[in-house]
């Protein structure tokens, strides 16, 4: 049973490593022996938070900005220069904006749908070879962190960010279908309420928040780190185009 969760001798690579899901996602893959590669905007950050992961397992920081074709082909070719193989690719790195409907700006949905959508493609692209070498031992694997916002509807203006995730959560079909002839599987996590930068809401007044779910409490780390070590093992490897949705029944409720 331990060898079905195990991520022992993997290699990992976590966009938006350094905080929030991202970084709930590189602790679990860390406790279960992965070696991982988290990047960031931020270049201190990332540093930061790679050194204090560090004493979990081998952690290397690689600060990126992902949300441009040329910086994910950039960041790929960093990685090939350093592994001869990338097992666990996660797209988690992602943008939100929310404003009214009569003053959405364009800046607003492209900033948005460009790191939540393109990027997770052309990231996976362009890692395509890496990804192609892992899999000739045993699958490699593609998650990307979708939302709940892209599969039910929240009270908040938030346009390109639901749009952008539901899109994402249809992309990992396409590309799940595509990749599967590669022996690389692709599925995602559609998480809800979890403390974090992009949702101050949890994070800061979780206690008014948790009372909207109906398990009556946020995410923690533990639960985003299963879903994701289940998805990226041996445990998950049947598991082919799917949206793993974590989020304490919340979607079930707005439904």
């Given at each position: 049973?331990?060898?079905?969760?195990?991520?022992?001798?993997?290699?990992?690579l976590v966009?938006g490593g350094?905080r929030?899901?991202?970084?709930?996602?590189?602790?679990?893959?860390?406790?279960q022996?992965?070696?991982?590669?988290?990047?960031?905007?931020k270049?201190a950050?990332?540093d930061?938070?790679?050194?204090?992961?560090?004493?979990?397992?081998?952690?290397?920081?690689?600060?990126?900005?992902?949300?441009?074709?040329?910086?994910c082909?950039?960041?790929?070719?960093?990685?090939?220069?350093?592994?001869?193989?990338?097992d666990i690719?996660?797209n988690?790195?992602?943008?939100?904006?929310?404003?009214?409907?009569?003053?959405?700006?364009?800046?607003?949905?492209?900033?948005v749908?460009d790191?939540n959508?393109?990027?997770?493609?052309?990231l996976?692209?362009?890692?395509?070879?890496?990804?192609?070498?892992?899999?000739?031992?045993?699958?490699?694997?593609?998650i990307?962190i979708?939302s709940?916002?892209?599969?039910?509807?929240?009270?908040?203006?938030?346009?390109s960010?639901?749009?952008?995730?539901?899109?994402?959560?249809?992309?990992t079909r396409r590309?799940?279908?595509?990749l599967?002839?590669d022996?690389i599987?692709?599925?995602a996590?559609?998480?809800?309420p979890?403390?974090?930068?992009?949702n101050?809401?949890?994070?800061?007044?979780?206690?008014?928040?948790?009372?909207?779910v109906?398990?009556?409490?946020?995410?923690?780390d533990?639960?985003?780190?299963?879903?994701?070590?289940?998805?990226?093992?041996?445990?998950g490897d049947?598991?082919?185009?799917?949206?793993?949705?974590?989020?304490g029944?919340?979607?079930i409720?707005?439904g």
């Amino acid at each position: 049973m331990n060898d079905l969760f195990s991520l022992q001798g993997r290699v990992a690579l976590v966009t938006g490593g350094s905080r929030g899901i991202g970084r709930m996602i590189a602790e679990g893959f860390l406790r279960q022996g992965a070696r991982v590669y988290i990047t960031a905007r931020k270049a201190a950050a990332c540093d930061a938070a790679a050194a204090e992961m560090a004493a979990l397992g081998t952690c290397i920081s690689l600060p990126c900005d992902v949300s441009g074709v040329q910086a994910c082909q950039a960041l790929a070719a960093e990685i090939a220069r350093r592994e001869p193989a990338l097992d666990i690719l996660v797209n988690n790195a992602g943008a939100a904006w929310g404003e009214a409907f009569e003053t959405f700006p364009e800046n607003g949905w492209d900033k948005v749908v460009d790191l939540n959508m393109k990027t997770p493609f052309f990231l996976t692209q362009a890692l395509h070879a890496q990804l192609k070498a892992a899999a000739a031992q045993r699958p490699a694997k593609v998650i990307h962190i979708a939302s709940i916002d892209g599969i039910s509807v929240n009270p908040w203006e938030t346009y390109s960010y639901a749009a952008s995730k539901a899109g994402l959560i249809h992309l990992t079909r396409r590309m799940a279908l595509r990749l599967a002839q590669d022996n690389i599987v692709v599925s995602a996590i559609a998480p809800g309420p979890f403390a974090s930068e992009m949702n101050k809401q949890a994070r800061d007044h979780a206690d008014e928040v948790s009372q909207r779910v109906p398990v009556g409490r946020i995410g923690s780390d533990a639960d985003m780190a299963g879903a994701a070590i289940f998805l990226a093992s041996r445990a998950g490897d049947y598991v082919v185009g799917e949206t793993l949705v974590v989020d304490g029944g919340v979607s079930i409720a707005r439904g």
